[in-house]
Structure formats: structure tokens, C-alpha cells
């Protein structure tokens, strides 16, 4: 079965850094977006940002300078750098990729604390 697998993720202090990597074992990797979002308590899942097949990406404005997307093709993954994390960074981070033909997948998501 087709899955999305996330890594990384825990406690952090504020200021502080973490690497989260989501690895897709399906086909045509290269062809798909990959995406990150997360869910604090009480809200809504939102999108954090994306990348597309051809290496478009697009950030929420307030991760903007401090959160990084990549994807390596030949290994299926893609992975979201943060630095200077802030407790509002605090949530649970699903990785989700968007099929070339039409709908959509999700990791089970990873929790990132972020202390102050």
C-alpha cells in the first residue's frame, strides 16, 4: 500500500532548530507536490508550504525566512528545515502529497513542541 511516512519532530526549546522528512513508496515521486501542514489545538489544519514537482514553492507568510522546503527525487522525500522555531510553531506536521492525476495522500502526522 501506497503510503507517506514523516520523521523527526519532538520537543524543542525556542530559537531552536528541527529537520521533519517525509519519504513517499509510491511511483512518479517527481511528478507530484509535496506539501506540509499542521494543526495546533483548537484550530485548523493550515498549510505551511509547499513544493511542486517542477521546484515551485510557496510559504505561509509567518514561517517566511525561518522554515525550508526541499524534495530529493531519487529518494522520494522531502523534507521542511526550521529554525528559530516559536512556540506558535507548536503542532502536529502532516506531510501530504498531491497526485499529477487527481487527488491526495497524508502522513500520520509528527508532533513539534516548541518551548519558551
Known amino acids: 500500500q501506497v503510503k507517506l511516512e514523516e520523521s523527526g519532530g519532538g520537543l524543542v526549546e525556542a530559537g531552536g532548530s528541527m529537520r521533519l522528512s517525509c519519504k513517499y513508496s509510491g511511483n512518479f515521486f517527481h511528478l507530484n507536490t509535496m506539501a506540509w501542514y499542521r494543526q495546533a489545538p483548537g484550530n485548523a489544519r493550515e498549510l505551511v508550504t509547499n513544493?511542486?514537482?517542477?521546484?515551485?514553492?510557496n510559504y505561509k507568510d509567518s514561517v517566511k525566512g525561518r522554515f525550508t522546503i526541499s524534495r530529493d527525487n531519487a529518494q522520494n522525500t522531502a523534507d521542511l528545515q526550521m529554525n528559530d522555531l516559536r512556540p506558535e510553531d507548536t503542532a502536529v506536521y502532516y506531510c501530504?502529497?498531491?497526485?499529477?492525476?487527481?487527488?491526495?495522500?497524508w502522513g500520520k502526522g509528527t508532533l513539534v513542541a516548541v518551548s519558551s
Open positions: 513544493i511542486t514537482g517542477g521546484g515551485r514553492i
Open positions: 501530504n502529497l498531491q497526485y499529477w492525476s487527481g487527488g491526495d495522500t
